[in-house]
């Protein structure tokens, strides 16, 4: 069954979830990212799917100005070696990276 989360104010659906960690869904990212930068940290949002993958984003590094969105697709609890690594500091990216990741994390 799918779930639906909201990211920034964009729905996305969500399907083989077993728990959402979701914190980044009151950012609005039509606000300068540096009077955001109290909320910026490390654990803004995180899926598991039922095949044990995750989709992780956070800001690295946390509280910094000159950070970035770093979005994980992790597989196997691998995280030294993730199956996918975007980084970017453009909301609207942030949601199309998101949807890739969770793509490739749910198969």
Known sequence: MAKEIIVCGATIK???SVSIYNQI?????????SSL????????????FSNGNIVDIGWYP???DQG???????????????????TTRDG???????????AIASK
């Open 14 to 16: 969500v399907q083989n």
């Open 25 to 33: 869904t009151s950012l609005n990212l039509n606000q300068s990212l």
């Open 37 to 48: 930068i109290d909320y910026l940290d490390e654990d803004l949002l995180q899926i598991e």
């Open 62 to 64: 946390s509280f910094d």
């Open 68 to 86: 970035q969105f770093v979005i994980y697709a992790i597989s196997d609890n691998n995280w030294d070696a993730p199956c996918a690594k975007f």
């Open 92 to 102: 609207s990216e942030l949601i199309a990276l998101l949807k890739q990741s969770i």
